[in-house]
């Protein structure tokens, strides 16, 4: 599979998060309803965002469904991560199909956990899906350009309330929302994800 590109940012502040696009905002009023081969990172932008492979994140090649590069028939998501957010733009192909020419909706749900759950991670908070609801205000085609957008809304010590969306790439228009509560991953069981996925020296965390 192709090496899957994640984007982390320095340790800033947690509500200093980008807001929703006005376009998406626009899109959601008239709706209905409402982790390969090493790879060094790259200079520091000028917005401070730093480009990583999984190996620059010191993450071993691995089976997830939705980010292993190990896994055939995955998806095998292009994560960026900047602070308390991730974000991937695809476009879905016609095996993930549901109803002829329409996204199947367990697969949008994948990744919009998928997002949630990154976010988290790049606040290096590893945990686990408790609960999660999805809203689903518009079909996602099969080719159709999309962004899914994940980020934290709020951490009470292991308890972790997140959001995500997904929008038409090119208009903004919004296709899905969910939010959803994780429970983080003890320090002993943190580190044994750290071993078990070979985070270490030349990671950010």
């Not at 000028?46 to 292993?68: K, M, W």
């Not at 009470?156 to 983080?184: M, N, P, S």
Request: with cysteine; net charge neutral.
């Amino acid at each position: 599979m192709s090496e899957t590109k994640v984007a982390l940012r320095p340790t800033h502040d947690p509500s200093a998060m980008p807001e929703p696009s006005r376009s998406s905002e626009a899109a959601r009023d008239e709706s209905p309803s409402a982790p390969t081969a090493p790879t060094q990172a790259t200079e520091t932008t000028r917005d401070e965002t730093v480009l990583l492979s999984y190996s620059d994140f010191r993450v071993q090649p691995h089976h997830c469904f939705a980010c292993g590069e190990l896994n055939e028939t995955g998806l095998h998501l292009k994560l960026q991560l900047a602070t308390g957010r991730c974000h991937v733009e695809l476009t879905l192909p016609r095996r993930f199909e549901g109803w002829e020419g329409l996204i199947h909706g367990g697969i949008l749900c994948t990744i919009l956990d998928e997002v949630m759950a990154w976010a988290l991670v790049e606040r290096d908070n590893w945990g686990v899906t408790a609960r999660m609801s999805v809203a689903f205000r518009r079909p996602v085609l099969v080719g159709q350009a999309i962004r899914v957008e994940g980020w934290i809304v709020e951490s009470k010590r292991r308890i972790q309330h997140t959001a995500a969306r997904i929008v038409d790439a090119e208009t903004g228009l919004e296709l899905a929302t969910a939010d959803a509560t994780y429970v983080a991953a003890t320090d002993v069981r943190k580190r044994e994800l750290k071993e078990r996925y070979g985070l270490r020296a030349g990671a950010s965390r």
